[in-house]
């Protein structure tokens, strides 16, 4: 008996009392009614998931519920797995959503639309036909845009986030609709298994069409370079809750989404798919990360190393589609493994993430780094998690990160087995793309670390500040259960992960990728293993013997405090610390062509003399360069057009009536022509 | 030969190498400060002098910066313990050890770069204008290695066709043309220019500079004192140690021990000690007659071995696979 069907009805059920309770309830009761409803609808996913995981197959059709098309639903071990990552991220946010009701947020729209988004996103993996998943799709956008713009009154940002939010995201559906229903057109069929039975039939250039257009639509929602704009905009100024929510579980959908599409549907491809994949994630994962290596905002920070995130995953996912295409099983199967621990490790880390800058928020009610600093002995539970989950991000050991990154390295390594002058350039770069994304993503997050809550505060908001309410960081807290348990014992998922790649239709039949005794993490077909929990026990060990050995040298053994070093010029002030636009300053100018920073110098003499100066001013700011070069010149562009077409509408009804009938002649001589 | 011998002896060349690397930093940080005196015309204290230096720092009373936290105070044990862990993991006197299924280059690559990022933190957590600028500078560089040391690293793990240590050094070993092609000359003078950054050296930093505008490493630890200074001091010679160590088993590894054997493991550690020698006497000779370079001029050198290193990993492409 599958427990996936009533889990997921269960989800359904809680959703919608949820959202019931969110409308009814008065607002004193409301956060904590509504939180325990959301996190029923992620702990019911979860439970969905992770029997999808262990092998359970499931599969619904309900044919008079969606006019037409009717609503078909399936989970195997892949949905399996991005179910159980939604599920466990929503639980997280939910509990942490109790705590988080300052300035409006325990708000009747706020409240009801959460679990909705929650529900939308444990079941947009359960699709199982285009009509099915485009709706969906569509709700999970509109639920998190409703959820993103809950803050529009206090602050303008949030607009302006909101519609970019709101077009790119349907631009995104433009996208994704015409490739599916091209892709149901030529297959036959709309539901998924028509389309695989179909795929077969579809023409190269057809199958072309579907998987740039698949490529372009669901890389925006996962925030691909240069379509990623909306995220760094839309992630930081949504609730924290919500950024949990969707930096941690919704941008992995844009994964699954191309993993579906382009292996289960599709069934893989020429090689330059995976060619175009991975120089797509390679550039997404080295942009994002030196956007997050100078950002200040704490949000639009962890917003940006998202993008990264997910840049590696499309990398792992883009090798996938290679070595598939050369017909290197073992190798495609390794990649897509790496590419989906990697999906889970950066939700688990992301969401602790996200938490904690909004417990930074809640406490201080600014996000900019300049002017945090010292919460590490006001906040030291928020530090201490943050610091967890920084450590993932980093991607160093023994952090949860560092296991999947070691992954996606083997599997790039091993990877040069795989002929081709093509490979043999493209899989360095990429590697070399994987190393520069952590080796800055450590600088990114020192920087965090560092200057946000360490050392004194530089201004009084920072120095007000308190530690946040129990449910907030009880749910942080679960989050870094999730991220030590990954660290510690990754070959726990091992078998999971096997299921899971096996049900994208990559690899052998039967063959295991991962071979995971629990305490150590082994490759199957290749030489390599990790022993994270050994090295961790290694460090620990000797971290803890040294300071013995030290003690008992000492002659004087006891501790005592004394002041910093002053250079005999009185007490350094916060002043004087270094900020974070002031450490991120020597990777700017490295990367001074890439991100084409904005200086103004203005200078103000007396009015006495020219040479003697009274005012300095010095402005600098560092804007998303393709948003200012390709995007800005495209809206000018429509701009333009809409004046342009303006005088086309002159109000005369002669004139309406003459285009009608000039567009009418002219689609009759089209067709005359062409038939 | 039974598997307990194989395992005794295994634990004991792990145990012997540990020790031999932890009591022969201070030397080796001794004797290049010898040379470089002597080069320049000075008598030098001895290279026995850092040994000293610890000692005594040793005994003082451990003091901490006010306003500090566990982050400072965690720092030296850190830096310590993943330079310990990386000296056991290394295969430097022998292959067939308990722990040489764990040595996978990605992982000691990554646990030094550790702790380099504890030691910023640490930096940070001063709240000094010193502590900032060296934690800063410091994470650029680290940034900027990161590509040419997983460059190397792939470039070196192509010919075992695993990035596990003891599989490459044995590899090589056995088959000693493996060094003399393009891939590994071009991945040992990449490999060179990393480990001069990574440990400080000249020409990206000088380590014996208090010039604020110089400095990087010494920026960051301005606020240690006493024992953590010591283990501070100990932490950064430990490293420089294990990267020669690490540079003298994937390019010379002759004399590693690959089989099971006393003496074969006498003379592996004899050789290992001669070979961080001279490997350190090269390096601050060369030091002499280098200047520190200006810091936005280190990525140039980066980019420069990064170069080299992609070329070693293509190179193996198109002279042994096409």
Known sequence: MSAIGPALAAAGALAAAGSACGLALPERARPAAVGACTAGVGAAGLVAGVSALRGQLWSASLPDLL?????????????????????????????Y?????????????????????????????????????????ELMALSSLLLVVAEHRRRAPVREAGLWYAVMTHLGLVLLLIALALFSARAGGETFTALRAGAGRLSPAVRDTVFVLALAAFGSKAGAVPLHAWLPRAH?????????????????????????????????????????????????????????????????????????NLGLVLIGVGAALLFDADHHDELAALALAAALLHVVNHAAFKALLFGAAGSVLHATGTRDLDILGGLRPRMPATTALFALGALGAMALPPGNGFVSEWLLLQALIHGLAAPGVTTAVLLPVAIAAIALSAGLAAAAFVKALGVGFFARPRGSAAQRAVESPRAMLAGMGLCAAACAGLALVPGTLSDALGRAVAASGTGTVGGRILVGGGLDLRLAGFTGRLASLWIALALAAVAAAVPAVVRSRARAPRRSDAPLWDCGAGAPTARMEYTATSFAEPLQRVFDDVLAPEQDVDVTPVRESAYLVERVRYQRRVPDRIEHRLYLPVLQLLARAGQAARRLAGGSVHRYLGYGFTALVVLLLALAVTR | ??????????????????????????????????????????????????????????????????????????????????????????????TRTPVSGHADLIVVVALLALGTVSLAL???????????????????????????????????????????????????????????????????????????AETGRLPVDNPSTHLELTMMHEAMVLEYSGPDLALIELGAQLRLTVLLGLLAALFTPWGIATTDGWAALLLALALLALKVAVLGALLAAAEVHLAKIRLFRVPELLAGSFLLALLAVTASYFLTGA
């Open chain 1, 67 to 95: 006019p037409l098309a009717g609503v078909h639903l399936a989970v195997d071990a892949l949905s399996g797995l991005f179910i159980a990552v939604c599920g466990g991220v929503t639980v997280a946010a939910a509990v």
């Open chain 1, 97 to 137: 959503g109790i705590g988080y009701t300052r300035h409006g947020l325990a708000g009747r729209n706020v409240q009801a639309v959460l679990p909705l988004f929650a529900w939308t996103l444990v079941t947009v993996p359960t699709a199982a036909s285009v009509s099915t998943f485009l709706l969906l799709w």
């Open chain 1, 236 to 308: 930081p100024e949504a609730p924290s809750n919500v950024s949990m929510l969707m930096s941690a579980a919704m941008v992995n959908l844009g994964a699954y989404g191309l993993i579906r599409t382009g292996f289960d549907l599709l069934d893989g491809g020429p090689r330059w798919w995976g060619l175009l994949t991975v120089a797509l994630g390679a550039v997404t994962a080295v942009y994002g990360i030196v956007q997050a290596a100078v950002a200040t905002d704490l949000k639009r920070l962890l917003a940006y190393s998202t993008s990264e």
């Open chain 2, 1 to 94: 030969m039974s598997g307990d011998q194989v395992t005794l002896i295994g634990t004991v060349a792990v145990v012997a190498q540990v020790a031999l690397v932890i009591a022969g930093a201070p030397w080796l940080a001794g004797l290049m400060r010898q040379i470089r005196a002597r080069l320049e015309g000075r008598a030098g204290p001895g290279p026995g002098q850092p040994w000293r230096d610890l000692r005594k720092l040793l005994r003082k009373q451990p003091v901490t910066a006010t306003g500090t936290g566990p982050a400072f105070r965690a720092a030296p044990l850190v830096l310590v313990a993943t330079a310990l862990v990386v000296a056991a993991l290394v295969p430097l006197a022998a």
């Open chain 2, 122 to 196: 640490a930096g940070l957590d001063t709240g000094t204008a010193f502590g900032g600028m060296g934690a800063s500078r410091e994470m650029t560089v680290a940034a900027l290695v990161e590509p040419t040391l997983l460059m190397s690293v792939f470039a070196l793990s192509i010919p075992a066709g695993s990035t596990n240590l003891a599989d490459i050094v044995s590899g090589a070993v056995h088959d000693p043309a493996r060094l003399a092609t393009p891939t590994g000359l071009l991945a040992a003078v990449a490999l060179l220019a990393v480990t001069v």
